[in-house]
Nanobody, 122 residues
Framework: QVQLVESGGGMVQAGDSLRLSCAAS????????MGWFRQAPGKEREFVAS????????YHADSVKGRFTISRDNAKNTVYLQMNSLKPEDTAVYYC???????????????WGQGTQVTVSS
């Protein structure tokens, strides 16, 4: 079993930056691919970014490419999402996830955190 806890969310102005963290406990997460997803009220959960076991092949959705950066520190059992140039449309609950494959489909991930709220005002 893997437990994931997100932190770092909050309310910011458009153009500001936030860094989300996902701390893992339980089974060692260094052997898992990790992903970030987000979900706004009334909308489907959407893929944001993923990273492989070693952190050598990060992948970002087109909507956030160039603004968001996923990274991981296996020694700290932590995954990060650096978010720059935030826009109101980035407002959502952000979730981290762990699974065997670092893909963009939510069903491919086995473990999920409870989420952290990010609100971006114009």
């Amino acid at each position: 079993q893997v437990q994931l806890v997100e932190s770092g969310g909050g309310m910011v102005q458009a153009g500001d930056s936030l860094r989300l963290s996902c701390a893992a406990s339980g089974r060692t997460v260094s052997s898992y691919a990790m992903g970030w997803f987000r979900q706004a009220p009334g909308k489907e959960r959407e893929f944001v970014a993923s990273i492989n076991f070693s952190g050598s092949n990060p992948y970002h959705a087109d909507s956030v490419k160039g603004r968001f950066t996923i990274s991981r520190d296996n020694a700290k059992n932590t995954v990060y999402l650096q978010m720059n140039s935030l826009k109101p449309e980035d407002t959502a609950v952000y979730y981290c996830a762990a699974g065997k494959w670092g893909v963009s489909t939510a069903r491919a991930y086995d473990y999920w955190g409870q989420g952290t709220q990010v609100t971006v005002s114009s």
